[in-house]
């Protein structure tokens, strides 16, 4: 088993399901960018730049890589010293991203421990699933303004994260699930990937 597994998806692709379940069978440690950053919402005083950070999630768009690196390295290397292993849920949107991200697995010696699984979903579905979050009262504040969901399709969707795949399938790192089948089938696929 993987000690550290990327969750690739386009928003909708069920990448925070599949972590939860990883976590309640395996242990994982979970880190998810988008949690992390509506964890800093809660906070009592923002910065300047927070707010401005903040402001773009609302927007359905991306917050500045740099301030993604603030927030979850050293969360990554807090779970890698406790647990031993984690799960990082969308933490990795941009090609930008995925080259630091494995600089930082590099220089930390622990690039030899990762597995990085695409969920896949085409684009169709995804504003479907984002339409049935909202009807079941799940969705977040992102995915009620229909401005802001055609933002993360656009930014988020397949096209956006292609580069990034590629980026893993070249190193050989990475697996790809069909994130269009039931919960449990995907459960069961993700477990083969990572094992
Ligand atoms: P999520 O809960 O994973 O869908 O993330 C919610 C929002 O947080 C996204 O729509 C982005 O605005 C922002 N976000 C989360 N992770 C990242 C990341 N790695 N890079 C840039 N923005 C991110």
């Known amino acids: 088993m993987k000690d550290i597994v990327i969750l690739l998806g386009v928003p909708g692709s069920g990448k925070g399901t599949q972590a939860q379940n990883l976590i309640n069978k395996f242990g994982y440690c979970h880190i998810s960018t988008g949690n992390l950053l509506r ?3 809660k906070k009592q005083h923002l910065t300047e730049l927070e707010k401005a950070e903040l402001e773009k999630m609302h927007n359905g768009m991306l917050v500045s890589d740099e301030f993604i690196y603030t927030l ?3 969360a990554i ?6 647990k031993g292993k984690v799960i990082l849920d969308g933490a990795i949107r941009t090609l930008e991203q995925a080259k630091r991200y494995h600089d930082f697995f590099v220089t930390n010696n622990i690039v030899e421990h990762i597995s990085a699984v695409e969920l896949h979903i085409p684009d169709t579905v995804i504003e479907e699933r984002l339409r049935i979050r909202i009807e079941s009262g799940e969705g977040r504040d992102d995915d009620k303004d229909p401005e ?10 397949n096209t956006a994260l292609a580069p990034i795949v590629d980026f893993y399938k070249q190193k050989g790192l990475l697996q790809s699930v069909d994130g269009t089948q039931s919960i ?3 459960f069961t696929l993700l477990c083969d990937a990572i094992r």
């Open 148 to 157: 802001a969901i055609k933002h993360r399709i656009l930014l988020q969707g």
């Open 77 to 82: 290397l807090a779970c890698v010293n406790q």
């Open 39 to 41: 964890e800093l919402e």
């Open 184 to 186: 449990g089938s995907v």
């Open 72 to 74: 979850v390295f050293d």
